[in-house]
């Protein structure tokens, strides 16, 4: 008994947990707050784990597969973004918490990749088809936005940059 009034209230991810360990707890938890009418109705308890920094990333990296998709939709053009690590960063600290997870992520990229990237296609300085390399001005706390193609780069504004094509 005094153990349990030293120790901790709710969920604890201590280190030494299995996943096993946690599901055990969490199943305890959920007896006693619920009624056993109640949760012998229910098929499955799953049990979620937060996830970690490469998940994040993947689920980053599918979004931008998402959003390369939608701009061929939209352009009718082939376009590749190219994020740096700061810029997948940056993002993962504004669409991500403890608490929620990578549920604001999809905001995230909404507000600080799409909304420039297609203030660049409207005023058609985004051009054809090629690469848009997403990097990050650490100083501002901007992305930056380049496009590639053949050799020549051109700055736009303050904090967008975008490609002059040598064929033009």
Request: contains cysteine.
């Amino acid at each position: 008994m005094q153990h349990a009034a030293e120790g901790t209230i709710g969920f604890v991810n201590n280190s030494g947990d299995t996943p096993e360990n946690l599901t055990t707890i969490g199943m305890n938890a959920a007896r006693k707050r619920f009624s056993p009418e109640f949760f012998n109705r229910l098929d499955e308890i799953l049990v979620f784990h937060p996830l970690g920094a490469s998940q994040l990333r993947q689920v980053v990296a599918v979004e931008i597969e998402r959003l390369e998709s939608r701009l061929k939709r939209a352009t009718g053009s082939e376009i590749n973004l190219r994020l740096s690590d700061q810029a997948v960063d940056f993002l993962l600290e504004r669409g991500t918490d403890s608490r929620y997870g990578a549920r604001h992520l999809k905001r995230a990229l909404e507000k600080y990749l799409v909304f420039p990237f297609s203030s660049l296609i409207d005023t058609q300085q985004m051009g054809s088809a090629g690469t848009l390399n997403v990097g990050l001005d650490g100083s501002k706390q901007k992305l930056t936005f380049c496009k590639q193609a053949m050799s020549s780069w051109m700055k736009i504004g303050s904090n967008v940059v975008a490609f002059q094509s040598l064929s033009e």
